[in-house]
């Protein structure tokens, strides 16, 4: 199947169709089925404008030193307002993951998978979250 060929993406969107109306799917398009076959993203105009506004923040940071610029992490929340937070990662030496310290634990041949993540979660020093 060539995915830029609007024949394909015709004939495959004409099968999803078909099967979506005999299990009462709503929803399917041309567009949709191009979308999920070429693995496109749609990007929300609002998220682009604060990459965008967020950018020309930190340029103005950087060439007038009005303010600390960021280091290394940006958070931002817009669930109810609009929130910024920026912090450096950190590097903790003891951390499995960041520090590259070797962590051994001795498990039984009797141990099923859930045993093993009891046990990861109620070992500390196996925690990676520094909170």
């Known amino acids: ?68 610029y960021l280091n290394n992490y940006f958070m931002y929340i817009g669930t109810d307002a609009v929130y910024s937070y920026t912090f450096e990662h950190e590097k903790r030496p003891d951390c499995p993951v ?5 962590k051994e634990i001795e498990i039984g041949k009797e141990w099923t998978l859930e045993k093993l993540m009891e046990t990861l979660v109620e070992r500390q020093d196996l925690c990676v979250s520094p909170f």
């Open 98 to 102: 960041c520090g590259g310290e070797v």
């Open 1 to 68: 199947m060539d995915t830029d060929n609007p024949d394909h993406i015709e004939w495959l969107y004409r099968i999803a169709l078909a099967r979506a109306q005999e299990f009462k799917i709503d929803g399917v398009t041309w567009s949709l089925t191009q979308g999920v076959v070429k693995n496109i993203i749609p990007a929300i105009a609002s998220t682009n404008a604060i990459i965008a506004a967020s950018c020309c923040n930190e340029a103005f940071k950087i060439a007038t030193s009005a303010a600390a």
